[in-house]
């Protein structure tokens, strides 16, 4: 089945760290680009950080970056995202999300999205 | 950024009514670069449209979208019962890329 798991989620102090992950299966993962998108409570979706296939390009939304990496293991099919010194505002579902276009093309638009991990930062 | 406004926040219709949800940009988007996703409560966002007016793989065609600049609308010909949901636009067209904040689809 082609499908997309977040893990890592949890409840973590203002100012912690914390890692997701994002487990592909039933494609072949090295040939898509990838995001993370976020969804505060309450409000709309927000594209967080972007890589390429090979992790030879890498974006970040203004809010998050210098605190956020992504990365990736093709070898494992897996996805990440390394967030520092996290803040209330960083309080969302967090969505692995595959790009349409197989790589080396990017459509920054989304056509398989993981069911979504929750992060709460709280004291 | 390009910010997306999405109209009304709720439509309450009936099974087999039709469906309109509005999707205005403030600044004009380039291109066809505008997608709709659907969005179940525990489930994972699904891709309707993109480039404003094609259907992603699988998707029936009842949903429609439509409009260019700063206007965008997804129709939902006659809504069936597996189509209440929340509906999101995007816009791709200048970075960073945005969502609207959605508008939910109710039985009435």
């Known amino acids: 089945e082609v499908q997309l798991v977040e893990s890592g989620g949890g409840l973590v102090q203002p100012g912690g760290s914390l890692r997701l992950s994002c487990a592909a299966s039933?494609?072949?993962?090295?040939?898509?680009?990838m995001n993370w998108v976020r969804q505060a409570p309450g409000k709309g979706l927000e594209w967080v950080s972007y890589?390429?296939?090979?992790?030879?390009?890498?974006y970040y939304a203004d809010s998050v970056k210098g605190r956020f990496t992504i990365s990736r293991d093709n070898d494992k099919n897996s996805l990440y995202l390394q967030m520092n010194s996290l803040g209330a505002e960083d309080t969302a579902v967090y969505y692995c999300?595959?790009?349409?276009?197989?790589?080396?093309?990017?459509?920054?638009?989304?056509?398989?999205w993981g069911r979504g991990i929750l992060v709460t930062v709280s004291s | 950024e390009n910010v997306l406004t999405q109209s009304p926040g709720t439509l309450s219709l009936s099974p087999g009514e039709r469906a309109t949800l509005s999707c205005r940009a403030s600044q004009s988007v380039s291109s066809t670069y505008v997608a709709w996703y659907q969005h179940k409560p525990g489930q994972a966002p699904r891709l309707l449209i993109y480039?404003?007016?094609s259907r992603a793989t699988g998707i029936p065609e009842r949903f429609s979208g439509s409009g260019s600049g700063t206007d965008f609308t997804l129709t939902i010909s006659r809504l069936e019962p597996e189509d209440f949901a929340v509906y999101y636009c995007?816009?791709?067209?200048?970075?960073?890329?945005?969502f609207g904040r959605g508008t939910k689809v109710e039985i009435k």
């Open positions: 995007q816009q791709y067209g200048s970075s960073p890329l945005t």
């Open positions: 890589i390429s296939d090979s992790s030879s390009s890498i």
């Open positions: 999300a595959r790009d349409m276009a197989v790589a080396p093309y990017t459509y920054w638009y989304f056509d398989l």
């Open positions: 039933g494609f072949t993962f090295s040939t898509y680009n």
């Open positions: 480039g404003v007016s």
